[in-house]
């Protein structure tokens, strides 16, 4: 069994004058608990996704707890109590059957009808509640009798799905159930669940429903009382760390399991990130109902200071929310600038055709010769990157692995039109002035290609 321990023990005596005084009908009758809650799961926080979503709760509020692993651990008496000393004042499963696939079992529950019989003989004498954070309504004769299990419901009646709109149903939302919720709205459930009708047999425990689908009426949160004084909380749905339903459930599994006694207490904080600041995201095409990763979107300045003032507006305008903030998350992706600019525009132009446009060839040359020289003309659109976009690569590629050559890259000071520009013109309407192009000869930068 796994552990949480605090230095000290902290236990409670049950007297009647506390709201978790043990049922009259109890056998122990003064028994004493830890302040402890025991959750069993059905493997480790990376197999049972249940585990993995109420140990981050135990873990943020700062309640004691041990986790027992029925896949791989044996439930005893002596785990759960010694003597009128109980060691847990409540009870969380992860699984309403504890159902495990592993190795050589197949959909069994992980505790066998004693184990079953043990864990509810210590909740019903030490008057210690249950709550169920997902799994099958076991209900009826066949499963009372295999696994000592009746979670009430008509299983007849039951429809399976992923998307149902829960509608709370009184007492929820009041003083002692989900009260910390708005029950007024309904709560969208966007993963596998189960909803059923309770069964009308009398035989099972009383069922009262909690949270309905509002299509069928069936139930998805009910809490059951039994006949023998145990109460469980069971829930019918899929419920993890990464699903929004969850998040609104997880506290009551905790909350009426102990009956709201427990070491350490829950805060509520609502934060909002934006994540990264820096970052270009894909945009939604309308046209292909997909995301295009190209060009993408990026944050300007002027996307930011609208960002400030909006919220500015919002807090003037709802004072509640006077120390809300968005927190703007920044890990550094896309600080810095790519310097490496793509031309947008390129032509080569022959002093032997002093008049000839390049501007629609795929390809170029530069040489110089005795009788005739030809040059490169290539644009990068600097003045729209963003910046600090002073660089530009020119990747240049000989045509023949073997042949070496060399040459000078040199900044152009007149503008030119690609499908314009000839040896004597920059564009239709102006010449150069000086044929074969205008540039600063300063700004030269001698290259090499070599063979190979």
């Not at 002692?176 to 966007?190: H, K």
């Amino acid at each position: 069994m796994h552990t949480r321990r605090f230095k000290h023990r902290i236990v409670l005596p049950f007297f009647c004058a506390l709201a978790l005084c043990l049922n009259p009908t109890s056998l122990l009758a003064a028994s004493v608990v830890d302040l402890k809650v025991l959750v069993i799961s059905t493997g480790t926080a990376d197999e049972d996704q249940g585990l993995d979503l109420i140990d981050d709760l135990l873990d943020e509020v700062g309640v004691r707890y041990d986790v027992l692993d029925s896949s791989r651990e044996i439930l005893t008496a002596a785990q759960l109590h010694e003597g009128a000393h109980g060691f847990y004042n409540g009870i969380i499963l992860t699984d309403a059957m504890l159902y495990f696939t592993g190795e050589g079992n197949y959909l069994n529950s992980g505790f066998t009808l004693e184990e079953w019989q043990i864990l509810h003989t210590y909740e019903r004498d030490f008057s210690v509640r249950e709550a169920v954070i997902s799994g099958f309504p076991a209900s009826g004769p066949y499963y009372k009798n295999t696994y000592d299990l009746d979670y009430g419901m008509d299983i007849f009646s039951i429809e399976a799905g992923s998307r149902f709109n829960g509608i709370w149903q009184a007492p929820a939302g009041g003083t002692e159930l989900f009260e910390y919720v708005n029950t007024a709205n309904a709560l969208p459930i966007t993963d596998y669940a189960v909803a059923a009708s309770p069964a009308s047999d009398g035989l099972g425990p009383v069922v009262q429903p909690l949270l309905t689908d509002e299509s069928t009426g069936k139930v998805l949160v009910s809490r059951l009382t039994y006949d023998d004084g145990r109460e469980v909380l069971y829930s019918s749905i899929t419920n993890a760390w990464y699903l929004v339903h969850s998040q609104i459930l997880n506290y009551e599994f905790l909350n009426f399991a102990t009956q709201g006694v427990f070491i350490g207490a829950r805060k509520v904080y609502l934060a909002a990130h934006v994540d990264d600041l820096f970052l270009t995201s894909a945009l939604w095409n309308p046209d292909t109902h997909m995301t295009d990763e190209e060009p993408g979107y990026r944050n300007t300045a002027e996307d930011i200071q609208n960002l400030v003032i909006e919220q500015q507006n919002l807090l003037a305008s709802h004072p509640t929310l006077r120390t809300f903030k968005l927190d703007m998350v920044f890990n550094g992706g896309g600080a810095v600038v790519d310097q490496n600019l793509v031309s947008d525009a390129d032509t080569w132009i022959r002093e032997s055709r002093a008049r000839s446009n390049y501007g629609q060839k795929p390809y170029g040359f530069f040489e110089k010769q005795s009788n005739s020289s030809e040059r490169m003309l290539v644009h990068f659109p600097v003045k729209t990157a963003p910046t600090p976009a002073n660089q530009a690569l020119l990747k240049l590629q000989g045509p023949y692995s073997w042949v070496s050559r060399s040459g000078q890259v040199c900044r152009a000071t007149a503008e030119w039109v690609e499908d314009e520009a000839t040896w004597e013109r920059a564009k239709l309407s102006d010449a150069w002035a000086a044929k074969g192009a205008t540039y600063d000869k300063t700004s030269c930068v001698e290259f090499r290609l070599r063979s190979g």
